[in-house]
């Protein structure tokens, strides 16, 4: 029996491309390079299924071909929003993500980013490293408590959640939520959280501001300057969702002028490229896009994908289906 033919854009965990290689005639993209558009054209006239991730832009361009042979993209990640979904229906090609078994170690680092700023750690680091600590004093890098504090969590799905858990119930944190649908009142009650109707009445009550949402044109500059003058002048932004959804050039203007306590960013407008305004901010913690980086959550997302890629070629329903 001819086994389908599978591209893995980048590279996987070893355990990962090991079972899909003996599962499928699976093409490994050894360089780790991203593909260019041209590159992911061919590959959908070629292969019978597609792997890509976050950092593989398959828009009108790469699907631009007269018959694909490609049935699934299999995305490895939860969003998918780097994925032109409407012309890929068109073709008839099926998409499924990789949610859930991510959400805890995405939270793990919402929480990580949010003590860091608020606590002044990389500050800190940055102070060590360079031989510049001259030892303790009573008003040496002052920050700001976390525990006990208000947070405003923007989506509340799977990993918004993941948060709230981890601050109210590791920091005592009180919960406020927006999200775009009602939340069911046990899902809030489990946080003893608070669902508000708007972003704007999110802003002014919290300390702290965690994006737990999708990113894509919809959400495209959320956080814009106007919503930024809502947040309070002692209060962080966080965000580990999407890049587009924070106005960069606001975001800077922000911290720049102390209109904002301090901003914590894993995801940036156009990664792996930093708006150079943003590197100037002292008040602003920023990592590279590490939400879901450890084993276990890498791991599990490839095997996720196996799943879906091994439902879909049985003739089953995947179960993370998005198109
Ligand atoms: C995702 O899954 O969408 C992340 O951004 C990568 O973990």
């Not at 919402?110 to 360079?130: C, I, P, Q």
């Not at 969590?153 to 927006?178: D, L, N, S």
Request: glycine fraction near 8%; proline fraction near 5%.
């Amino acid at each position: 029996m001819v086994r389908p033919s599978v591209l893995i854009t980048r590279r996987w965990p070893e355990a990962v491309e090991q079972q899909l290689a003996q599962n499928y005639d699976v093409m490994l993209n050894r360089s780790d390079r991203p593909l260019t558009p041209d590159e992911f054209r061919d590959a959908i006239k070629r292969y019978d299924a597609v792997l890509p991730t976050v950092t593989d832009k398959i828009g009108p361009e790469a699907l631009d071909v007269a018959k694909p042979q490609t049935k699934i993209l299999a995305n490895y990640g939860v969003g998918y929003t780097h994925i032109d979904v409407e012309r890929a229906k068109t073709h008839g090609i099926a998409i499924t993500n990789t949610p859930d078994v991510l959400s805890e170690c995405t939270a793990d680092l919402a929480m990580t980013l949010m003590l860091m700023v608020a606590r002044r750690a990389g500050d800190g680091e940055r102070e060590l490293r360079a031989g510049n600590w001259s030892g303790w004093r009573p008003t040496h890098l002052v920050g700001t408590k976390v525990s006990g504090k208000t947070l405003g969590i923007v989506g509340f799905g799977r990993i918004g959640q993941e948060m709230a858990r981890r601050a109210h119930f590791g920091f005592g944190m009180r919960i406020i939520v927006f999200n775009r649908s009602p939340v069911p009142s046990g899902t809030l009650a489990q946080f003893n959280a608070v669902q508000v109707d708007t972003i704007e009445d999110l802003l002014p009550q919290a300390d702290f501001v965690s994006l737990h949402c999708p990113g894509g044109a919809a959400n495209a500059k959320m956080i814009n300057a106007a919503r930024l003058d809502l947040m309070n002048d002692d209060a962080f932004l966080i965000n580990t969702a999407r890049g587009e959804v924070v106005d960069e050039a606001a975001l800077a203007q922000a911290l720049m002028f102390d209109t904002i306590g301090g901003a914590a960013l894993d995801v940036f407008e156009r990664e792996p490229a930093v708006n150079p305004m943003l590197a100037q901010c002292d008040n602003l913690v920023m990592l590279p896009h590490l939400g879901s980086a450890t084993r276990e959550a890498r791991q599990a997302m490839g095997f996720r994908v196996l799943d879906n890629l091994n439902d879909f070629f049985d003739g089953k329903a995947p179960r993370d289906r998005v198109a």
